[in-house]
Each structure stands twice: as C-alpha cells, then as structure tokens.
C-alpha cells in the first residue's frame, strides 16, 4: 500500500529542483512547487521527461508564480500548510 504525500519544493525549475519535482510526480506524490515561472517550469518537465509531463502529472502539481523572497511569512505559511515535506533547492 503506498501512501501518497505533499512535498513543497522551492526552486523548482533550478538544476536540481527540476528533478526533484520529476522523480515525486513519478512517483504520484503531489507537488506544491514555488517558480518564478509557472511555464518555465512545464517546458523544464517537459525536456526532462520521457513523456509530455505537463499533461500527465497536471492533477499532481501546483505551481505558485513567485520569487520566494517575495512571498509574505503568511503566504509561505500557507503553501508548507499541509505539506509533509518541504524541500528547498535554491
């Protein structure tokens, strides 16, 4: 029986975060990932990935576009709320 989990990843489109947020999509966990660029982030999935990732974790992944330094005490509050892990790959 496996457990399906959240992870929060800061930095997700970076070298290390693209892959971070793949190998969990493979994995079917959920994905709360924070990027500048939400598209940046689909197009990054989609060159790493053997299939069209994009479409086929779409029900997996939530992307806030955002610069984490950005991002009020609350809102980053609020997006680890729930989160069984997070991982920061800045």
């Known amino acids: 029986m496996s457990t399906t989990t959240t992870t929060l990843v800061v930095g997700a489109t970076g070298a290390t975060g693209k892959h971070v947020v793949l190998q969990l999509l493979q994995q079917k966990q959920h994905v709360r990932a924070i990027a500048r660029s939400k598209q940046r982030l689909l197009d990054t999935l989609n060159e790493i990935s053997p299939n069209d990732a994009s479409e086929e974790y779409a029900d997996f992944l939530t992307v806030t576009e955002a610069a984490v330094l950005d991002?009020?005490?609350?809102?980053?509050?609020?997006?680890?709320?729930?989160?069984?892990?997070?991982?920061?790959?800045?």
């Not at 809102?75 to 991982?87: F, I, P, Q, Y």
Request: charged share 25%; net charge negative; proline share 0%.
């Open 71 to 90: 991002l009020s005490d609350e809102k980053l509050e609020n997006l680890c709320s729930g989160c069984d892990a997070c991982v920061s790959c800045l």
